[in-house]
Nanobody
Framework: QLQASGGGLVQPGGSLRLSCAAS????????MAWFRQAPEKEREFVAS????????DYGDSVKARFTISRDNAKSTLYLQMNSLKPEDTAVYYC????????????????????RGQGTLVTVSS
């Protein structure tokens, strides 16, 4: 079971760090990713990483502002979000799957076998 946390209300230009924890299991060997879904919009890919964190991928709209990271010892995935914009407002979800990493594969929400509950991020003044 994956559970995302850390969402909240932040002003434009601010920062937030999201966390995604897995209860009762290791992340070893897992591809992990963040997705988001804004009101009345389709779910969007945000970022992904392999389990060693030496391969990452970002959606065009968040590149250079967001950073994905993970602590495998703590079975926790993170998303550091800087320079937030109102258009970043969405429910953010984490996902995991045990397989070899492929950037194109990891951009598809339906590919992931474990998909967590979301956390709401609201960017507004």
């Amino acid at each position: 079971q994956l559970q995302a946390s850390g969402g909240g209300l932040v002003q434009p230009g601010g920062s937030l760090r999201l966390s995604c924890a897995a209860s009762g299991r290791s992340f070893s060997g897992y591809v992990m990713a963040w997705f988001r879904q804004a009101p009345e919009k389709e779910r969007e890919f945000v970022a992904s990483t392999n389990w060693r964190l030496d391969s990452t991928d970002y959606g065009d709209s968040v590149k250079a502002r967001f950073t994905i990271s993970r602590d495998n010892a703590k079975s926790t995935l993170y998303l550091q979000m800087n320079s937030l914009k109102p258009e970043d407002t969405a429910v953010y979800y984490c996902a995991a799957a045990r397989r070899s990493y492929s950037r194109s594969w990891a951009r598809v929400w339906e590919n992931f076998t474990s998909r967590g509950q979301g956390t709401l991020v609201t960017v507004s003044s």
